[in-house]
């Protein structure tokens, strides 16, 4: 599966603010958002334009193994 290569930091955000994360702070250029459910997780978003590849698929892999769910259908329910 390939990754959309132009996604921003503010793009990223309200992908995951769909799927039930929430901004807690910002320290620099890095967003800490958090969920509640299934159980608690943070995760660490850089606010850069575009991300790294890389760093979005890092990411994207760590909340699908938190959501016990591929990464395909993580990427549908975010719309990004």
């Not at 990223?12 to 159980?39: C, D, K, N, T, W």
């Amino acid at each position: 599966m390939k990754l959309p290569r132009d996604v921003t930091g503010e793009e990223l955000l309200r992908g995951l603010r769909r799927i039930g994360y929430v901004f807690e702070r910002q320290a620099g250029s890095h967003m800490i958002l958090r969920s509640e459910s299934p159980r608690m997780h943070s995760v660490t978003v850089p606010n850069h334009k575009p991300l790294k590849v890389g760093t979005l698929s890092s990411i994207l892999h760590e909340i699908a193994l938190q959501r016990t769910m591929s990464v395909e259908s993580l990427l549908g329910e975010m719309k990004l």
